[in-house]
Nanobody, 112 residues
Framework: QVQLVESGGGLVHPGGSLTLSCEAFRLVFSGSELRWYRQSPGKEREWVASTSNRPSIREYADSGKGRFFIFREDRESKVYLRMDRLIPEDTGVYYC?????WGRGTQVTVFS
């Protein structure tokens, strides 16, 4: 069974940065499409970013374009989400996702 473990969340002021990471276990990582989602308080879970490498593609929700960067290290079975210029609306639990399942999430809180 695939296991995804997120880390890197935390408390940050507006304008700050965080880099989230997700490590995958028991997954054929190199050919997988990898995604980040988030669930903000009182809202539905929403897609944030995706990356695939066959072909090499990165895609972002409008909310993160220009501020978020998704990248992967296939040798380490990890995918990252670099988030810059964070705003309070970015607050939420961030989840790593592949077609086989979800991680448990990591909390990001942006507060003044």
């Amino acid at each position: 069974q695939v296991q995804l473990v997120e880390s890197g969340g935390g408390l940050v002021h507006p304008g700050g940065s965080l880099t989230l990471s997700c490590e995958a276990f028991r997954l054929v990582f190199s050919g997988s499409e990898l995604r980040w989602y988030r669930q903000s308080p009182g809202k539905e879970r929403e897609w944030v970013a995706s990356t695939s490498n066959r072909p090499s593609i990165r895609e972002y929700a409008d909310s993160g374009k220009g501020r978020f960067f998704i990248f992967r290290e296939d040798r380490e079975s990890k995918v990252y989400l670099r988030m810059d210029r964070l705003i309070p609306e970015d607050t939420g639990v961030y989840y790593c996702n592949v077609s086989q399942g979800w991680g448990r999430g990591t909390q990001v809180t942006v507060f003044s």
